[in-house]
């Protein structure tokens, strides 16, 4: 399993590259929009997925390993497949992406080329604890993971307290709570 390549860029399209490594093998490696937006030197390295299947294998490349995670993640759901989870790669950054499936808005995920409303509502209640890595390790995620369990713990309901807590701006898990519970009631 390749999970990360590092090379030259040889060859650039929107959604995908041609990446030659150092001892001359040339990989093909479909990338997102943002992916590609971001490439602007020669020399990069790559965080990857690969992904087999009878006829064809492919490597999916990402410079964020966020965005490499939501790809990981939406891609094991049941009829979304490779060419949906770049779609959402290239619709959303990261963080917006987090923050639309924190507030359950199926607007924000219809707006992704391929999915439409039933696709929409299946993906948010797949992804319904999703958080990523970096807000986790950095405490943003694991703060409001921890509101959102205290809140459920009263008595609130899920994708109510999914909402609300999108629209708080409080830091720690104490003052997301508090803020939390002024909306809720």
């Known amino acids: 399993m390749i999970i990360a390549?590092?090379?030259?860029?040889?060859?650039?399209?929107?959604?995908?590259?041609?990446?030659?490594?150092?001892?001359?093998?040339?990989?093909?490696?479909?990338?997102?929009?943002n992916c590609s937006a971001a490439i602007d030197n020669k020399k990069i390295r790559l965080h990857t997925t690969q992904i087999f299947k009878e006829d064809n294998q492919s490597?999916?490349?990402?410079?964020?390993?966020?965005?490499?995670?939501?790809?990981?993640?939406?891609?094991?759901?049941?009829?979304?497949?490779?060419?949906?989870?770049?779609?959402?790669?290239?619709?959303?950054k990261p963080s917006?992406?987090?923050?639309?499936?924190?507030?359950?808005?199926?607007?924000?995920?219809?707006?992704?080329?391929?999915?439409?409303?039933?696709?929409?509502?299946?993906?948010?209640?797949?992804?319904?604890?999703f958080n990523l890595q970096s807000e986790v390790s950095e405490g943003v995620g694991a703060g409001r993971v921890e509101a959102a369990l205290a809140l459920e713990s009263l008595g609130f309901k899920k994708e109510r307290i999914q909402k609300v807590l999108a629209t708080c701006e409080a830091e720690t898990t104490e003052a997301l709570i508090k803020e939390a519970l002024k909306k809720l009631t």
Not at 11 to 17: C, F, G, N
Not at 96 to 106: E, H, N, S, T
């Open 59 to 92: 490597l999916y490349g990402f410079l964020d390993s966020d965005e490499k995670e939501i790809f990981d993640r939406v891609i094991r759901i049941t009829s979304i497949g490779p060419s949906t989870a770049l779609a959402i790669c290239s619709t959303f």
């Open 5 to 33: 390549l590092e090379g030259e860029v040889v060859h650039k399209e929107p959604t995908l590259i041609h990446l030659r490594l150092s001892n001359g093998i040339t990989y093909l490696v479909h990338i997102s929009l």
């Open 96 to 129: 917006d992406f987090a923050k639309a499936v924190m507030a359950q808005d199926v607007g924000a995920i219809k707006g992704v080329p391929g999915i439409g409303p039933k696709s929409a509502k299946r993906l948010l209640v797949e992804l319904g604890d």
